[in-house]
């Protein structure tokens, strides 16, 4: 054997290695400071797949794409009650093609609880609203939320309502009852809000509070009862259920708010392109029904400034309650 | 069994100690009451007691053994430790180099070095495995896969 | 016009072409999905709804069905080939499939996997027929102390389960319930056994676990011993199930069946559970019970029959009372939700030929799988002889990959790859993965109920036994555990068993 030709056929072994790597490689990048946005921007959701956040986003994303003509490709990161999604988001670079579209509990109650799980993040746009409710048992004795005011009072701890999870935003309107009220609920933490439907139907638990779209479908059957719900005016769809500002109760207003944020430090074009943008998705009507069709309403509010300081008035309110409570100290 | 079940009981013995601990540093709450560390302490003991008597058995057996041919002497690790480290910088270089590249050499070094066949061989199914998932998972699965800092 | 009708109905207009091109389209994908360790029908629905906006509802509904039966099947594959379960619920066919396939029996291992799960998906749908109201009804008659009894009466199984030393297996169960309680505490969401790690935070994931403990070890040992696949016969004994394989699947088919189906209807019990607890059945009421975990026929029709009948068993609470008791039953409602159609009690009042239409397509559905995937086996079969160099390496990149992409997480990865060494270990110092599964699978349940009951009962332990499901479950379980022919007698048996080796 010609030994020559072993280092022959050794080097071209090595070029063509080294060809093939950088063909796989190299694929064409342009980082050219164009117009925002020149690629494809990551959007993404710190829950599961299939989930009540995830539905909403999806079901209008397809036409933020055509109007921003760069794709919007939505990716579950969850964990972590949405912690995971926002790290991932916060950590990222502020180029504005990383952001998160999440249900706001994590950046207000879940700060409240624990302000060691505060992210910096830069809210750029509120989208889209879904209410909560506490429901009841059609047959049971709690017809309205007088009855339940009054059970409990009459009996603390009586009275059992399941929700989410302290640590579910859902809770909130919960425990700004009893704060209103004086009284106490037994609370029976059940997180899978279909089985907390279930658990309320086989009459295990006396009220469920939690989003309108866990029970709106019983709801409507008539299997449930609508006591209560924390959105300004009466919902469409149930037009029998009084809101709790009817009630006497205007604080008691937590509501699932799907809000999108960027990474601290984000360029104002991006943030403007997507005040645009949203703005005009979210003004039309099929838009509107399509995110009626997953049970939220269109809600949006822009103003970076304005909703950081919300949020954080929140956070206060929620933080306040939070040591009434006793759940931190 | 025999002398490796002495080995495996004495570190579950000492690890389900350490769960108990903290399962107790965790409040046990009371019978009525079950804090988070309840279940977790239950369970502790119960695996201690067990590793206990297990641990004791084979101290007793061994004893009475000669040249038993235990399991703990069939451990040829060479090719487990290559394909678990493997895995291992996969997982950390996938974020920086991307998918595909990642794919590529996990696939060559495993042909070429694991199994010993020879490199273009390698290459070719390392090109083939690479492209071919990439294509299965994110154009024909849409999942999402990470990037680095090449297109892909 | 009665439910029959209704039905035939339901499957006429459910095998309109149109329908049927799309319920080949999502098998199709279900059966990749299933295949592909990771990524399941959940994920992949997610990804793919926006492409079923053109299409119109019902056939984007069967697409669906396909792809959730299809992933079963694609599970029981990989489970049978290469011991990986493509699903949680394919895990106890790991256990005698891959068994079967060392000894050459793959094809029939496959080709009953599909016949069960087809014949537990027939009956399971002739009981949704006609039973579905009273069941949902049933179904809810299950609180947190009934949950409770039943994850308990579950986790005494496992002393069936245990084929070695009994005293190891409750090593591995306790082991399962401590790993079950990494993550929030349910109740007061403080973090248990996270050392500050965020991605622990919601827990050790089943799928992450499971893959690296079954598929990644599988691989280390096998890489450990050859590259000859010595451990694999080569000659390739028949493609399908012999007679005898029939008469002994047999019952254990219908039991599985009806079993599962029934369990299926309590909402939240998943698809996995039931798969335990009818493999334990069988293996209790064999009459060869050693013989489990070797290779027999019946350790695979029964949990394969398992995963189907109760697959359509969590159907009847999200179809009569709009309900979701699962992951995937979540996803089916989004997506029905999306086009309007509301499942529950409404469904069948208002819009009566979209749901027989659904309960049709879920028949057309299984049936495509069972035609899918006879002629496949032969495929499936040959992909054992490709050079373990090659295979094996896509073996590992697969489960790399579908690790990652349950939640797009690295932390996965290293769990997937931390429990390969341990599954690796187990082996190597004799202890069984089944109880840890099963604890993994249980225990978070088990403990739920047990804490919410208490606080339903404000801590007092008599909520347990003067509410009828659950007093007669726990006197079953306490039946078991201080009955001495099952405890004492083995575990005496067992110290004879050692002292005389």
């Known amino acids: 054997m010609n030994i020559d030709g072993g280092a022959e056929m050794k080097r071209k072994f090595g070029v063509s290695f080294v060809i093939t790597l950088m063909v796989l490689g190299l694929g064409s990048v342009s980082y050219s400071q164009g117009k925002y946005p020149d690629r494809q921007i990551q959007l993404i959701v710190p829950y599961g797949p299939g989930g009540s956040t995830d539905l909403c986003v999806r079901s209008f994303m397809g036409e933020v794409t055509k109007v921003l003509k760069q794709p919007v490709s939505i990716i579950n990161r969850p964990g972590a009650g949405g912690l995971t999604g926002a790290d991932a988001v916060a950590n990222s670079k502020p180029d504005g093609y990383t952001l998160l579209a999440t249900s706001a509990g994590v950046l207000t109650w879940g700060v409240a609880l624990d302000p060691k799980s505060a992210r910096e993040l830069n809210p750029i746009a509120i989208m889209a609203v879904q209410p909560v409710m506490i429901t009841s048992r059609t047959e049971s004795e709690y017809k309205t939320l007088e009855d339940v005011i009054n059970a409990a009072k009459k009996k603390p701890g009586g009275v059992s309502c399941g929700s989410s999870g302290i640590q579910s935003e859902t809770y909130l309107d919960l425990a700004l009852l009893e704060a209103a009220t004086g009284v106490h609920i037994k609370h029976v933490p059940i997180a899978s809000s279909s089985e907390g439907a279930t658990t309320l139907l086989g009459g295990h638990i006396d009220l469920w509070v939690g989003s309108v779209s866990t029970t709106q479908n019983l709801v409507k059957a008539g299997r449930l009862r609508g006591l209560a719900v924390s959105s300004p005016k009466r919902m469409r769809d149930f037009p029998d259920v009084p809101t709790f500002a009817e009630r006497g109760f205007p604080h008691i207003n937590v509501n699932l708010i799907i809000v999108m944020m960027g990474p601290k430090g984000l360029p104002p074009v991006v943030i403007k392109t997507w005040e645009d943008t949203l703005g005009v998705v979210l003004a039309r009507p099929d838009v509107a029904a399509a995110l009626d069709k997953v049970n939220y309403d269109v809600d949006f509010q822009t103003g970076s400034e304005r909703l950081r300081k919300y949020f954080s008035d929140e956070i206060k309110r929620f933080s306040i309650l939070a040591k009434e409570k006793g759940i931190i100290k | ?152 | 016009m009665g439910n029959l009708g209704h039905m035939l109905m339901g499957i006429v207009t459910a095998a309109q072409p149109i329908n049927l091109l799309y319920c080949f389209l999502g098998s199709f994908i279900g059966t990749l999905i299933g295949v592909l360790p990771g990524i399941g029908p959940v994920g992949a629905i997610a990804l793919l709804l926006p492409v079923t906006f053109h299409v119109p509802p019902l056939a984007a509904f069967i697409m669906f069905t396909g792809i959730m039966y299809g992933a079963q099947y694609g599970g029981s594959t990989t489970s049978i080939l290469v011991n990986i379960p493509g699903e949680a619920s394919s895990v106890m066919t790991c256990l005698d499939g891959y068994q079967m396939a060392r000894k050459g029996r793959a094809g029939p291992a496959l080709g009953m996997a599909a016949f069960a799960s087809f014949i537990a998906g027939t009956i399971g749908l002739f009981g949704l027929v006609f039973l579905a109201p009273t069941l949902a009804e049933f179904g809810l008659r299950f609180g947190p102390p009934e949950y409770f009894a039943l994850m308990a009466f579950g986790l005494t199984l496992v002393i069936y389960l245990a084929r070695g030393s009994l005293a190891k297996a409750l090593m591995m169960t306790a082991f399962g319930l401590i790993l079950a309680s990494v993550g929030l505490d349910p109740v007061s969401s403080a973090p248990r056994f996270t050392y500050g790690i965020i991605d622990l935070r919601d827990g050790i994931g089943l799928a992450q676990m499971v893959i690296g403990l079954f598929g990644v070890s599988e691989v280390l040992l096998t890489v450990e011993k050859s590259f000859t696949r010595s451990v694999f016969e080569t000659k390739i004994k028949g493609l399908l199930p012999n007679l005898k394989d029939w008469k002994d699947s047999f019952y254990p088919t219908l039991r599985a069946s009806v079993l599962s189906f029934l369990m299926g209807i309590i909402p939240g019990i998943s698809v996995v559970i039931p798969t335990f607890i009818s493999y334990s059945l069988e293996k209790r009421i064999s009459k060869h019970p050693e013989k489990f975990g070797t290779g027999t026929i019946e350790g695979v029709a029964a949990p394969e029959a398992a995963n189907n009948g109760a697959c359509v068993g969590t159907m009847i609470p999200l179809l009569s009372l709009g309900i979701p008791t699962g992951a995937s039953s979540a996803l089916v409602l989004g997506a029905l939700l999306i086009y309007g159609l509301h499942p529950g009690p409404l469904l069948i009042r208002e819009s009566p030929e979209v749901f027989w239409g659904v309960i049709g397509s879920m028949y057309i559905g299984n049936a495509m799988l069972l035609l899918l995937n006879l002629p496949l086996i032969g495929i499936w079969v040959r992909v054992l002889k490709i050079p373990y160099a090659y295979l094996f390496s896509s073996i590992i990149l697969f489960c790399l990959v579908g690790s990652y992409t349950i939640n797009n997480s690295l932390t996965d990865m290293y769990v997937m790859i931390l429990f390969g060494i341990v599954g690796y270990l187990m082996n190597k110092f004799d202890y069984e993965p089944v109880p840890l599964i099963l604890a993994l699978v249980l225990g978070p349940m088990m403990e739920n109920a047990f804490r919410r009951s208490m606080i339903l009962s404000d801590g007092s332990f008599l909520i347990f036994f003067i509410r009828p499901i659950s007093g007669i479950l726990l006197a079953l379980v306490l039946f078991m555990l201080i009955s001495p022919i099952f405890t004492k007698k083995r575990l005496a048996e067992e110290i004879m068993r050692e002292a005389d080796e």
């Open chain 2, 1 to 152: 069994m025999g002398r490796s079940d002495i080995y495996s009981s004495g570190f579950w013995l000492v690890f389900s100690i350490y769960i108990a601990v903290e399962s107790y540093r965790l409040d046990l709450g009371n019978w009525h009451e079950p804090g988070p560390g309840y279940f977790a302490f239950g369970a502790a003991l119960l695996f201690g007691s067990m590793a206990l008597a297990v641990f004791v058995k084979s101290l007793k057996q061994t004893s009475a053994l000669k040249g038993e041919i235990g399991s703990a002497e069939r451990f040829r690790w060479q090719h487990v430790v290559m394909v678990l480290i493997a895995m291992v910088l996969y997982t950390l270089l996938l974020n920086t180099i991307g998918f595909v590249l990642c794919t590529f050499l996990i696939v060559v070094f495993f042909i070429k070095v694991v199994a010993l066949q020879r490199l273009m061989k390698s290459i070719m199914v390392g090109l083939c495995m690479a492209i071919g998932s990439y294509l299965l998972f994110s154009f024909f699965l849409k999942a999402p896969l990470p990037r680095g800092f090449f297109l892909f």
